[in-house]
């Protein structure tokens, strides 16, 4: 509802103008009562009417959906939400703020994936390599982490290739793990910066642990990455979900296709997903090849093998 005030025009494509309206008005009306403004769609673009502030956020989310639709993106009321938060917060682009600017999804399922991290305690992605289901969960704990919204960040995973045998391997804990968490660390300086991602582990603030040093510890005021999820066992998975604490939060990430367990029915990631779907306070996303991020290759890299599979199946 428009509440006085005077009125801007945005200047849009007309594919734009069609996604900031939405199927029936509806993403427009989503707009309209987060900022209080009339959305109008006169022809060349999107009219914006209401006080100075509503019009400031309510233009701000059009320019996100619009920059969206000039990527190929389709929009949905999910992403309109985002695009909304974003701009009540002050970050441009749909995702959390990253050093350089926010960490935009590029896919719809990613739109979705960073709504469900940002309105659960419990998410699990799921899907191929390239996805963006770990990028996007660090991206989202090291937001939280830089605004205070939680103490610290612990990723785990597990170490299925050492066996869970660390203790034979040389070198203190965060030595012994360092090699299983490149992609989280690479994230992780690429969000934060590398000095600053430095400084925040050394104080404690950014954890690692191997899932089997997990077990007895309340983790209170931290958001939780499990990484490599479908490698844990049932046992694992469940003792993992139970640490979360007072204020604490978890992602959980993996791909089912590609279990490394010696029988793939052990995946506590299959049964925990199986179980918990649709529990209230947790969320799935699923991801699929058309979510590849990484060199175009990669996507039917991942479908060539995904249909060998289905054919040994037969």
């Known amino acids: ?32 009562d987060a900022f209080h403004v ?4 006169p022809g060349g673009g999107v009219s914006v009417g209401g006080e100075v502030k509503g019009r400031r956020g309510a233009r701000q989310a059009i320019e996100t959906l619009a920059g969206q639709v000039a990527s190929r993106l389709e929009v949905t009321p ?3 939400r985002l695009a909304i938060d974003q701009a009540r917060s002050g970050a441009a682009g749909i995702g959390p ?50 605004s205070g ?15 869970e045998r660390l203790g034979f391997l040389p070198g203190d804990l965060g030595e012994k793990v360092d090699p299983y968490m490149a992609p989280v660390w690479e994230a992780m300086s690429d969000i934060l910066g590398a ?19 997990m077990r007895g510890r309340t983790l209170a005021h931290a958001y939780v990455i499990v990484d490599e999820a479908q490698n844990a066992s049932r046992l694992q998975m469940k003792m993992v979900l139970t640490r979360l604490g007072e204020g604490s939060r978890m992602a959980v990430t993996g791909d089912p296709s590609q279990v490394d367990l010696v029988n793939s029915a052990d995946s506590g990631l299959i049964h925990a997903v199986a179980i918990l779907d649709g529990v209230e306070g947790v969320a799935v996303t699923r991801f699929s090849t058309m979510d590849v991020v990484r060199h175009p290759l990669v996507g039917r890299i991942v479908e060539a093998y995904d249909a060998d599979s289905a054919r040994l199946k037969r």
């Open 1 to 32: 509802m428009r509440r006085g005030g005077a009125s801007e025009f945005v200047p849009l494509t007309d594919a734009a103008v069609r996604a900031v309206s939405g199927p029936g008005g509806r993403h427009a009306a989503l707009i309209e």
């Open 195 to 213: 000095d600053a991602w430095r400084r925040r582990r050394d104080r404690g603030e950014i954890e690692v642990a191997p899932i089997g040093f």
């Open 78 to 80: 999910a992403d309109v």
């Open 38 to 41: 009339l959305v109008e769609t």
């Open 149 to 163: 919204q939680v103490e610290r960040v612990v990723v785990t995973r597990p170490a299925v290739e050492a066996g």
């Open 97 to 146: 703020a990253a050093r350089r600017g926010p960490v935009a999804a590029k896919t719809p399922n990613q739109a979705r994936y960073l709504e469900a991290l940002a309105a659960n305690d419990l998410v699990f992605g799921l899907g191929p390599a390239g996805t963006g289901k770990t990028f996007l969960a660090v991206a989202h704990a090291a937001s939280l982490l830089r």
